[in-house]
């Protein structure tokens, strides 16, 4: 049974950091593209950042240059470094794995101005 575990969410200032993790299991973690998605209140998912089995990295316009996604096979765990926080980044980030799909439970992310 695949799981995917977010964790790392919490409140932070406006400019601030955070770093999200998202661990994997029952999987096989290291052949997977994996990314992150977020949902703010009354909005849909957006996909912000993926990276690939050879850890090829693409990002949304909205965080380029802000954050960074990274992976460790060994660790089974893929994470997302958020770096100059701003109030619109207010969401709830998931965590998932593309073919088969999987989702996390996600992890809320607050910026306050």
């Known amino acids: 049974q695949v799981q995917l575990v977010e964790s790392g969410g919490g409140l932070v200032q406006a400019g601030g950091s955070l770093r999200l993790s998202c661990a994997a299991s029952g999987t096989m973690f290291s052949s997977n593209v994996m990314g992150w998605y977020r949902q703010a209140p009354g909005k849909q998912r957006e996909w912000v950042a993926s990276i690939t089995s050879d850890s090829t990295t693409t990002y949304a316009d909205s965080v380029k240059g802000r954050f960074t996604i990274s992976r460790d096979n060994a660790k089974n765990t893929v994470y997302l470094q958020m770096n100059g926080l701003k109030p619109e980044d207010t969401a709830i980030y998931y965590c998932?794995?593309?073919?088969?799909?999987?989702w996390g439970q996600g992890t809320q992310v607050t910026v306050s101005s």
């Open positions: 998932r794995q593309w073919r088969p799909d999987y």
